[in-house]
């Protein structure tokens, strides 16, 4: 009987040191991940909106010119899609992204004005979104990064008693020209027109 018991416990103590091992092996194992894991951080929307996104009539951009004070400042695009700045005139902008922006004003710069340039670009204006249709105050609205189209709507005032409220149209800037047919839920972006169509029932 003592022998039973021996081998018993003999028995349960190899399975709490089997187990001790094992979480010993999982603990190790996050420990090690952590560091990973925290070095690989979501992107934002807005962060990937950033660097797709290009430049056109309308936008406000932030330029920084590093040790050049003068050269800095906040400008809009202009309507044939070029930034006026100090000391090398107009900079065409139009269909470019942030850094392509930092690279042609680069480009121009050197090597005549600067010697090693350093530019920094960011958008603190969006280019106006439209908004036409059945809704109470159709027109021209300052554009907020992340909107959806009932957003949009919100902000024109809400609908309309005609208004079709599960399906709408949207003309991209970046398109063709050519309506197609959205969701409320549905992304805008800068420049963009979006029409609340009427009801037929």
């Known amino acids: 009987m003592s022998v039973l018991t021996d081998v018993r416990k003999k028995g349960f103590r190899m399975a709490v040191a089997g ?3 094992l979480l010993v092996v999982a603990m190790v194992s996050l420990a090690s991940a952590g560091p990973a ?22 936008d406000r ?6 040790g050049q004070k003068e050269l800095s400042g906040d400008f809009v695009v202009t309507g044939n899609g070029t930034l006026s700045l100090p000391l090398i005139g107009e900079v065409a902008v ?21 010697k090693n340039p350093r530019v920094s ?10 908004i036409i249709g059945e809704v109470k105050n159709p027109g021209t609205y300052p554009y907020v990064n992340g909107m959806r189209i009932v957003n949009a709507v919100a902000i024109a005032g809400g609908y309309t008693y ?19 047919r959205v969701r409320p839920d549905t992304l805008v972006l800068p420049g963009d027109v979006v029409e609340v169509t009427e009801r037929y029932f």
């Open 61 to 66: 951009v932030r330029l920084m010119v590093f």
């Open 19 to 21: 187990i001790f091992g």
């Open 121 to 130: 670009a960011e958008v603190i204006n969006y280019r106006p979104f439209y």
């Open 94 to 114: 139009k269909g470019l992204t942030l850094r392509q922006t930092e690279a042609a004003i680069i480009n121009k710069l050197q090597p005549d004005f600067l």
């Open 37 to 58: 894991m925290a070095q690989a951080p979501v992107p934002s929307p807005k962060a990937e909106q950033d660097v797709s996104y290009t430049l056109d009539s309308g």
């Open 162 to 180: 005609r208004a079709n409220e599960r399906e709408m149209r949207i003309t991209r800037a970046k398109g063709d020209g050519k309506p197609e």
